[in-house]
């Protein structure tokens, strides 16, 4: 157990939809990071917030926008879905921004867009 | 920019044989590199990480992994396949102004055979 939280961790919606991913850090760690993992594009690094702060972009949809709250736990809003969006989506955390610190993934929440 | 090239997308052992999963980076700043094993259903797991130490670097489950600046490598090996060893694994790299981001290689599936 990496002590990060996802939820739901399994999610059915439909073409058009809009659904939340949420993500609880582990305990005392400032920094959320969100991967897509696709059979076509492997892991691709999304987004990261350090203590409720964007720090990070990466290959992240303008139909996607994600948030850190001040008690550090982040959520992911994926809208607009496409079949295309049908990913398995992971939070992780590392206690700061630094290279070299671990970072801890949770168990992903996987989406299926139907 | 940096990027993860994983050499092989599929590698298959015997029972006792040795490991060798292939990985070699670019990067235009001195490299922090990870591996990362993800079990069937489950979220990914750190094996090992390079963080400027020693150049060989230990990690759990017996494997280990060497650092070579000349090579830009950091192969992943186990003297031993297991069963259990049967996995996705991830190479991945950060360093510099990444804010710890890591950016992933496209994974190896490793298949253990009796």
């Known amino acids: 157990d990496s002590g990060v939280t996802q939820t739901p961790k399994h999610l059915i919606t439909a073409t058009g939809q809009r659904v939340t991913l949420r993500c609880s850090p582990r305990?005392?760690?400032?920094?959320v990071y969100w991967y897509q993992q696709s059979l076509d594009q492997g892991l691709q690094f999304l987004i990261q917030?350090?203590?409720?702060?964007?720090?990070a972009k990466g290959n992240i949809l303008e139909r996607f926008s994600a948030q850190q709250f001040p008690d550090l736990h982040s959520e992911l809003n994926l809208s607009s879905l496409e079949l295309g969006d049908s990913a398995l989506y992971f939070c992780?955390?590392?206690?700061?921004?630094?290279?070299?610190?671990?970072?801890?993934f949770g168990e992903g929440s996987w989406l299926t867009v139907v | 920019a940096q990027s993860v090239t994983q050499l092989g997308s599929h590698v298959s052992v015997s029972e006792g044989a040795l490991v060798l999963l292939r990985c070699n980076y670019s990067?235009?700043?001195?490299?922090?590199l990870f591996w990362y094993v993800q079990y069937p259903n489950q979220g990914l797991q750190l094996l090992l990480k390079?963080?400027?130490?020693?150049?060989l670097v230990k990690g759990i489950n017996g494997f280990e992994a060497e650092f070579k600046k000349s090579e830009t490598s950091f192969h992943l090996t186990k003297p031993s396949a297991h069963m259990s060893d049967a996995a996705e694994y991830f190479c991945?790299?950060?360093?510099?102004?990444?804010?710890?981001?890591?950016?992933f290689g496209q994974g190896t599936i490793l298949t253990v055979h009796p």
């Open positions: 992780a955390s590392s206690a700061q921004v630094s290279s070299g610190n671990t970072i801890y």
């Open positions: 305990s005392g760690d400032l920094s």
């Open positions: 917030y350090y203590n409720g702060e964007e720090r």
């Open positions: 990067s235009s700043v001195p490299p922090y």
């Open positions: 390079y963080t400027s130490a020693a150049t």
């Open positions: 991945a790299v950060t360093g510099g102004t990444s804010y710890g981001k890591l950016t």
